[in-house]
């Protein structure tokens, strides 16, 4: 929007918050880390917990990926929610599905939540169509591009997150997307969106 400073956008953290502090401190401009922040499962061994004050004074916001406690997410003053819209005009989807779901124990370091039901994801379609923005955030990307990264696998479970971003770039295609999750580096337009995937504690400016 105009008058905004736009975020530079953080790669996934999973929980290494001494190393993420850090990086927000020499950034210095407002951030949004997209997802696996590691609410939940962090901090590890040797680490640091997040620096909320620094956060909020900052300006720095992070969105919930598949490794994020969703309800302690809810909690957290800088959480962005799932189907937001924010300042700068960057709308937020959150959540994906774990491919080492089965080796992981439910409500320790796994959550049945951690996809949006159908019920929100139809939701969130209607509000993105109305609100049409330019710029998509969220941690996993549709699943034709999933399938182009060749991290399609999911054993018989088919991720509903990655479905829904399927039509939602079809009901409106935004002129930029942005995600993590797959901890790779990626940027490249197809059908006039750019597509860009910032890496584990990576930084990405737009």
Known sequence: KKGTIM???????????????????????????????????GPWPGQDMYDIELMRNGNHRFGRGNHDNPFLCKENSQY???????????????????????????GRDWWPEEELTM???????????QKKPDILASHDCP????RYLGV???????????????AIVHIHAP??????HHHKSFDDTINGVRYICVPILSVVEI
Do not use: C
């Open 7 to 41: 975020p530079i956008f953080i790669g996934d953290v999973h929980g290494e918050w001494t190393k993420y502090n850090s990086l927000i401190k020499e950034i210095g401009k407002p951030t949004i880390q997209v997802g696996d922040f590691g609410i939940g499962l």
């Open 80 to 106: 962005i929610p799932d189907g937001s819209l924010t300042d700068e005009g960057v709308y937020w989807i959150g959540g994906a599905m774990s491919a080492d779901r089965n080796n992981r124990i439910s």
């Open 119 to 129: 019920d929100e994801l139809y939701t969130i379609m209607d509000d993105y169509e």
């Open 143 to 146: 699943d034709f591009l999933a």
């Open 152 to 166: 399609s696998v999911n054993g018989d479970y088919k991720s509903r997150t990655r479905q829904a971003l399927d």
């Open 175 to 180: 002129k930029i997307h942005i995600f993590g």
